[in-house]
């Protein structure tokens, strides 16, 4: 089996194939302050992704520099 052009190594190939196998797609375009997508969602269904108003944790801050 090779790695797909967009996989470095074999356990990424291994999921990028689940995904597709599932017709699973990466649907969290919410991002924080710092521009980092907070999390990882995936369905193969269609839905809406957006900022809870009251979230669980407080929101990531950029690290001191």
């Given amino acids: 089996m090779s790695i797909p052009a967009n996989c470095r190594t074999q356990v990424d190939?291994?999921?990028?194939?689940?995904?597709?196998?599932?017709?699973?797609?990466h649907i969290n375009h919410v991002l924080?302050?710092?521009?980092?997508?907070?999390?990882?969602?995936?369905?193969?269904?269609?839905?809406?992704v957006s900022k809870d108003p009251d979230p669980l944790l407080s929101l990531e801050t950029p690290p001191d520099t």
Avoid: K, P
């Avoid at 190939?13 to 797609?25: E, H, I, K």
């Avoid at 924080?32 to 809406?48: G, R």
């Fill in 13 to 25: 190939s291994y999921f990028v194939n689940m995904l597709f196998y599932f017709n699973f797609n």
């Fill in 32 to 48: 924080n302050e710092i521009n980092v997508s907070l999390d990882l969602v995936l369905s193969n269904i269609y839905l809406i």
